[in-house]
């Protein structure tokens, strides 16, 4: 399958160019601030967070068996490793004798066990308690129970979902029902991770994500960088379950009007992205997809994003290869961290200084409030 499911909607999105208008909410709406400032709030995010599909990472980062990586974007040490089976299992990084984080380096191949640094317990590469020096001071130890506790990790499109508490999560099909086979389709066209990068921001895990549910501030924010390849001010967005998706149309697209749509990289005249609900954005470049996850931090303001660029297949010369990293300069530096980021901590200061009450919403930034409202909903089903 092509992903190029959007293809039905192009046509709307070509005649809002044309006009002038794009799509727009009913009314002017606004977002309380303390859903970016309140320790209360981020709380029941957190718990909600714990019962939901979160991607941790790419499958090539553990290929093959014996591979293993450690995720704590979470606020909690997991080790993810795939097994003698190929099979992929994620575990509490913490050793099952007295609970020293077992696994310090942050990524590794080839591993046969994994021993604690206090007092060497060891476990094999599923998990399973192996080997317990001086063994006769554990008079009738059942090892078999002191294996590395399991969580659920999914392993689909290439990507690696973990799910903290499985008791009463959904199973991936039905948490992605609607957009599974659009997920499908950019997956098996984007099957190698060029890029991988996670770093701190001082903003709430949320403020970023909304930076991809509008297209007001483009001709603004991002005059210097990618502002000139988009029309401004019109967004075409739909509602898929809990997710969102969003077609923004480029500066070329008038020009599909004459070309011969079958053969064209709609991707050259259009941005799909997706909000994957609750923490993930999905950007649609011509040439490769950005996957951004944004985790919450110890405080309402803090956050911890990734972003991992996925290409078609590695670059075969170095043309190829100075494309992608010109990709990457572009986005990740000059579009995504220098600028939705950087306003994202700008806007929380003064969220934290009392400065306003309310965010305001203008009609075409409805997503944004669509999106909130998702989370609350989410919030109340998931109860304290
Ligand atoms: S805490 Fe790990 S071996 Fe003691
Ligand atoms: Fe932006």
């Not at 499958?59 to 974007?73: F, I, K, L, R, T």
């Not at 895990?205 to 991002?222: D, G, R, T």
Request: glycine content about 6%.
């Amino acid at each position: 399958m092509k992903a190029d499911f959007y293809r039905d909607q192009l046509t709307d999105l070509v005649s809002m160019v044309e006009s002038g208008s794009g799509q727009q909410g009913d009314a002017l709406a606004s977002i309380p601030a303390s859903e970016f400032t309140c320790p209360e709030r981020l709380a029941a995010e957190k718990a909600l967070f714990r019962r939901l599909p979160l991607i941790v990472g790419h499958s090539s980062q553990v290929a093959e068996p014996g591979d293993y990586m450690v995720h704590e974007d979470l606020g909690t040490s997991y080790l993810i490793v795939r097994g003698r089976d190929g099979t992929l299992r994620a575990f509490l990084n913490y050793c099952q004798h007295r609970g020293t984080r077992l696994v310090q380096k942050a990524s590794g191949s080839s591993a046969q066990r994994f021993t604690c640094p206090y007092h060497a317990w060891s476990y094999d590469i599923q998990g399973r308690l192996a080997s317990v020096p001086r063994e006769d001071l554990f008079p009738c130890l059942d090892q078999e129970s002191k294996g590395l506790k399991q969580v659920r990790l999914d392993e689909r499109f290439g990507l690696l979902w973990l799910v903290q508490d499985p008791d009463g999560a959904p199973p991936l099909n039905e948490y992605l029902d609607g957009i599974e086979a659009e997920l499908t389709a950019i997956a098996g066209e984007n099957k190698a991770l060029w890029f991988n990068r996670t770093r701190n921001l001082k903003a709430n895990w949320k403020l970023p994500l909304n930076a991809f549910l509008e297209s007001y501030h483009i001709a603004v924010l991002h005059r210097h960088s990618v502002g000139r390849f988009f029309v401004r001010h019109i967004a075409l967005s739909e509602q898929r379950g809990q997710h969102i998706w969003s077609l923004v149309p480029r500066s070329s697209i008038l020009e599909l009007k004459d070309a011969n749509w079958s053969d064209a990289n709609l991707q050259d005249y259009v941005t799909p992205s997706y909000i994957l609900f609750p923490n993930a954005c999905f950007v649609l470049h011509p040439t490769s997809v950005s996957v951004l996850t944004l985790y919450p931090g110890e405080r309402p303001g803090e956050s911890t994003w990734n972003h991992m660029l996925l290409i078609p297949e590695m670059p075969q010369t170095d043309e190829e290869a100075r494309h992608y990293d010109k990709t990457i300069e572009v986005l990740d530096g000059m579009t995504y961290e220098a600028e939705d980021f950087w306003v994202s901590e700008q806007m929380q200061q003064g969220l934290d200084a009392g400065a306003i009450d309310n965010l305001t919403l203008g009609l075409t930034e409805h997503m944004i409030l669509a999106f909130h409202d998702t989370i609350n909903r989410a919030l109340e089903t998931a109860g304290p």
